[in-house]
């Protein structure tokens, strides 16, 4: 029993195959993305608007942070074979956040950029209203 352990254990030590060199070189690509994850981060810390106090910087730096935190939680999925999936399902956060900057941006709405990111905002609240009387055993909320 103790030479099928060392023979299983010589396999393991054997030249690397076509996927361990798919993940060789997959992980300088994914060493790449965090570091452009990154540098998108430092720029847009870079160019803050100051007090976040007010509309549409407020909702604007919060998106951005938390899209950068789900972009790169995402990357780090990626890095093995059992987390990859995770990877999939957490790269819906920074596409829910684009998309919501884009609708906070985009000049051929009613409204301005600052009205738009208020109309987010009570969309939010609303939404996280009607989860926590969606949970089960959850306690509802007056008037629902």
Same mark, same amino acid.
């Given at each position: *029993? !103790?030479? !099928? *352990?060392?023979?299983v254990q010589e396999d393991k030590t054997a030249d690397a195959g076509p996927s361990d060199e798919f993940e060789s070189k997959f992980s300088?690509?994914?060493?790449?993305?965090?570091?452009?994850?990154g540098l998108v981060h430092d720029y847009v810390t870079a160019r803050h608007p100051g007090p976040l106090d007010q509309m549409?910087?407020? !909702?604007?730096?919060?998106?951005?942070?938390?899209? !950068?935190?789900?972009?790169?939680?995402?990357?780090?999925?990626l890095r093995t074979r059992r987390s990859s999936l995770g990877g999939y399902i957490l790269l819906r956060g920074p596409?829910?956040?684009?998309?919501?900057?884009?609708?906070i941006a985009g000049g051929t709405r009613d409204g301005s950029s600052?009205?738009?990111a208020l109309r987010y905002e009570a969309g939010a609240i609303r939404e996280w209203g009607d989860t926590a009387i969606d949970v089960p055993g959850g306690h509802p909320v007056k008037g629902h």
């Open positions: *029993m !103790t030479e !099928t *352990m060392i023979l300088v690509v994914l060493d790449r993305a965090a570091g452009l994850g549409p910087e407020s !909702t604007v730096w919060r998106l951005h942070l938390t899209a !950068t935190a789900s972009y790169l939680a995402s990357i780090q999925c596409l829910e956040a684009w998309s919501h900057l884009d609708f600052a009205l738009r």
